[in-house]
């Protein structure tokens, strides 16, 4: 069964995607920019560094792409930051399986040492952290109210601890997991 998993940065998503064939890591990355002049870096090495836009649709492009993924059968791991854009687009388009993970708010260092061993570039780093608390808190609480859309994960965790604890499949089905808006 597809759906739509939302997850903070550094939560294991690409290294999710690598390990399952259903699964597809949609990089926003690769819509917005054009990246030519970075072929060199690694995907992480990419992130926050200055390049030009590929194309100035890309948030109209990254959910036509996901809800095309969505329809081939595939789980799509979406950035957190287009939750609010792709929530809006499930009421107006039709209800889809989606799962939100966000790490506990009192888990930045260990953030900031992924971020750091996975190779991002400082401005990535420092981005990220800004908004560490501002994006995290509301989520938090909204996670006590809706359990069932939202799961905090713990220190040292990342996605693929969830999809190891049941069966992967079962993991996608179980409807204590996963909501749909419509």
């Given at each position: 069964k597809s759906?739509?998993?939302?997850?903070?940065?550094?939560?294991?998503k690409t290294t999710l995607a690598k390990k399952y064939s259903r699964v597809?890591?949609?990089?926003?990355?690769?819509?917005?920019?054009d990246n030519s002049s970075v072929q060199h870096l690694s995907k992480?090495?990419?992130?926050?560094?200055?390049?030009?836009?590929?194309?100035?649709?890309?948030?109209?492009?990254?959910?036509?792409?996901?809800?095309?993924?969505?329809?081939?059968?595939?789980?799509v791991l979406v950035a957190l930051n287009f939750l609010a854009r792709m929530l809006v687009a499930m009421i107006v388009r039709g209800g889809v399986l989606f799962h939100i993970f966000i790490p506990h708010p009192f888990l930045k260092e260990e953030y900031?040492?992924?971020?750091?061993?996975?190779?991002?570039?400082?401005?990535?780093?420092?981005?990220v952290m800004f908004i560490w608390y501002?994006?995290?808190?509301?989520?938090?609480m909204l996670a006590k109210l809706f359990p069932y859309w939202i799961t905090v994960t713990h220190a040292g965790e990342t996605l693929e601890d969830y999809c190891k604890r049941e069966n992967f499949i079962e993991f996608l089905r179980k409807p204590k997991i996963t909501q749909t808006i419509s």
């Open positions: 759906m739509f998993v939302f997850a903070f940065p550094g939560m294991g597809v890591d949609l990089e926003m990355s690769d819509i917005k920019y992480e090495e990419r992130k926050s560094t200055k390049r030009p836009l590929k194309d100035k649709r890309y948030k109209t492009i990254y959910v036509d792409k996901a809800y095309s993924l969505h329809e081939d059968g595939k789980v900031r040492q992924r971020y750091i061993s996975r190779g991002n570039n400082q401005r990535f780093i420092f981005e501002i994006a995290l808190i509301p989520l938090y």
